[in-house]
């Protein structure tokens, strides 16, 4: 199941056109110890809303919320959510995804997608960069 919500989490953010958002805040005054951060959709493919992932049989195998600050939820196709947690950024061209089950540490080898083209019926396909590559079909629903 976290290979399923890996691949269909970023498909899903992979699914639209990146946002050229720089959002690194700088403050002249700030602590030394405050950590800057950067919003996920800065140069790539990826970019905050909400994905419905499909398989190549056109089921939905659920649908990744992807927040502006970088993490994730993921809703199975039944409508409940998913235990644990997300996070994506764009790198290198291509959106990255990690998933976190509940009791587990981050794992420091995201699973990598990369945007495909359009097929007629709107959905955007997708492709791991996995040993044995995977295909998912992301439909955009929000912005």
Known sequence: MKTLILMTASLALVA????NDDAEMADAGADTDMVVEE?????GPGMAGEYKIYNAEGELEGTATNMADGTYTWTNPDGSMAEGSGTWENRDGMMCVTWVEPGETEDDNPRCWSKGEAGEDGRVVWTSDAEEPET?????TEA
Do not use: F, I, P
């Open 39 to 43: 919003t996920a959709a800065a140069d």
């Open 16 to 19: 639209c056109a990146a946002e």
């Open 136 to 140: 998912a079909y992301v439909e955009m």
